[in-house]
């Protein structure tokens, strides 16, 4: 059971998860950060390999967000404002440690709760079709997103599969 706590941030489980915004700055933060760039960029062509570095996600259409125990950093996420009322779930990656113990869930669900607080019309992300990708797949699956055609300025790939739901 998921529960907001009094600074806005997501609670969760027996230990208190707390989503909240952040600048992609701290030093725990920019170590996850080149872990997610190292993988997406190690099992995808470069040409189809769309993970935001760290000047990108210092965008001002970019909102950045931590996930942590205490101190202690589990995951990350960024939404992305494509255009007016459509957002794009980027830079989702959960520490190899908290690995299935609902990060990357809670992560998710407050992106499409922020997306949903800023009037989003529509939420879509790009992700791999690679078997390293299949649990990322599953996730958005599960949370009602379906697959699409390319958006933005992404174009269509064999390595790559499009999806995108309402908030």
């Known amino acids: 059971m998921t529960a ?22 701290a030093e725990d933060v920019v170590t996850l950060l080149g872990a997610h760039l190292a ?17 990108a996600l210092r965008d001002p259409a970019v909102r950045f967000f931590t996930a942590r125990r205490a101190v202690f ?3 990350v996420g960024a939404l992305q404002q494509i255009d007016r009322g459509h957002f794009e779930v980027k830079s989702m990656h959960v520490a190899g440690a ?3 113990q609902g990060v990357g869930r809670a992560v998710l669900r407050h992106l499409i709760a922020v997306a949903r607080s ?19 797949r599953a996730l958005y699956l599960e949370e009602g997103f379906r697959e699409c055609g390319a958006f933005g300025s992404y174009t269509p790939s064999a390595n790559t599969v499009f999806l995108t739901r309402t908030p």
């Open 39 to 55: 993988f997406a960029r190690g099992c995808t062509p470069p040409e189809d390999a769309h993970a935001l570095d760290l000047e």
């Open 4 to 25: 907001r706590d009094a600074g806005g941030g997501l609670t969760a489980g027996p230990l208190e998860l707390r989503i909240q915004e952040e600048p992609p700055t």
């Open 73 to 75: 950093l589990l995951g």
């Open 118 to 136: 800023l009037e989003a019309e529509k939420i879509s992300l790009e992700t791999g079709t690679m078997e390293e990708f299949a649990a990322a």
């Open 98 to 100: 908290a690995r299935r």
